[in-house]
C-alpha cells in the first residue's frame, strides 16, 4: 500500500470511505489494523468503509448488553457473551 494506515486518524463517530480497494489490498488493511481493533470495517465491491464508532455508541451498546444479560438471567436462560473489547485485552 503507498498509505500507511497508521497516518490515517479517524475521530470517533466518523468514517473513512477508500474506493477500488482490491482484495489483496483489504487483507492487508485487516493485518496491519489487527484483531482487537476499535474501528468497524465493511467492504463491499471494491469500497471499503472504516467507521470509529462514538463513545455515544459505545456506551449505549452497553447498555443494551446489559439489559439483555438482566433479561436472561431474570429468565433463566443460559447464555455465553462473546462480545469484543475495545482495547487489545481480553
Known sequence: ???ELKRIHVPPGQRVLLENVTWIELEAILEELGEYRAA???YDQGMLEIINPSLEYQ???EIISDLIKALLEELDIEFLS???EKTGSR
Do not use: D, K, T, V
Open 1 to 3: 500500500m503507498l498509505l
Open 82 to 84: 462473546l462480545g469484543f
Open 59 to 61: 456506551c449505549n451498546r
Open 40 to 42: 468497524r470495517i465493511a
